[in-house]
């Protein structure tokens, strides 16, 4: 039944997309593991020319439905007056960025596969040292000032910059928010409202460089009702976990996927 969007692709490779679909709405359940889902998703995707700069571009459409769901739920909580200072930044960040890797024009700047894989397995693993100094950074960006416009436009810039790479500015937003001392409750609705608006605007590009093909459009669409479910997973696990080892056994996932990405870049495999 070759018209079904599935049907292309080996079963292994099918399993580990939906895994990573299914991490992703985990993600925006308030359980914060969607990190690992783009390593896997780069180092298992058919056809490893442009493994990477697929998989991304896999991702957005994804990320931009769930998005809504999440904007939909803390709607209330949302404090849209702090998304605005890291707006102009991130929209600079997000231009650049779409320069560097989006663009296939034989004559500008590019980034190639090999080296995006290099950069988000190395985003990988900073995210896990992120997670493991996590307590003491937090206790310390509580302790500083809200961040200037300056500032704040800087931190806008990375995270377009990153976003647009690797689906990976989580933590520079959080950067700019701790300072902010918000309730968790706003914390996390005004998280979700400023990736709301990043993703966005990065269709734009993304579309404008053909990186949206209607074939994994097409799978995106038959594994979302993954992504409803991921949500309910990774809030009920935010309720109820007590355990720190499942936490630590998602990390050491990260920290191996990635490190064979950057092993796999620097060997120059596929």
């Known amino acids: 039944m070759s018209f079904l969007p599935w049907s292309h692709y080996p079963t292994a490779s099918l399993i580990w997309i939906a895994l990573a679909v299914f991490l992703l709405g985990m993600t925006k359940g308030g359980f914060p593991i969607g990190p690992v889902a783009l390593p896997i998703l780069v180092l298992v995707w058919p056809g490893q020319t442009d493994a990477a700069k697929s998989a991304v571009s896999f991702m957005l459409p994804l990320l931009c439905v769930m998005d809504v769901f999440a904007v939909a ?6 404090q849209w007056r702090l998304i605005l200072p890291p707006a102009p930044g991130a929209l600079l960040g997000v231009a650049a960025a779409s320069v560097l890797f989006l663009s296939n024009n034989a004559s500008a700047i590019g980034v190639s596969d090999r080296a995006l894989k290099f950069l988000i397995g190395l985003i990988g ?17 509580a302790a500083t000032p809200p961040p200037g416009l300056l500032s704040a436009g800087l931190l806008g810039f990375s995270a377009g910059v990153t976003s647009t790479l690797a689906h990976a500015a989580g933590p520079i937003a959080q950067m700019y928010l701790l300072p902010r001392r918000l309730p968790k409750m706003q914390f996390a609705a005004t998280t979700a409202a400023f990736f709301f608006c990043l993703n966005l605007v990065k269709l734009a590009p993304f579309a404008m460089f053909g990186r949206l093909q209607k074939e994994n459009l097409l799978l995106g669409a038959s594994l979302l009702p993954l992504a409803p479910a991921g949500v309910a997973v990774g809030y009920l696990l935010v309720r109820s976990m007590k355990s720190r080892h499942y936490i630590a056994f998602i990390y050491i996932i990260l920290f191996l996927a990635s490190g064979l990405l950057i092993v796999k870049s620097l060997a120059g495999a596929g």
């Open 125 to 141: 693993l900073g995210f896990v040292c992120y997670r493991a100094v996590r307590r003491t950074l937090v206790e310390r960006l």
């Open 73 to 78: 739920v803390y709607r209330r909580h949302i």
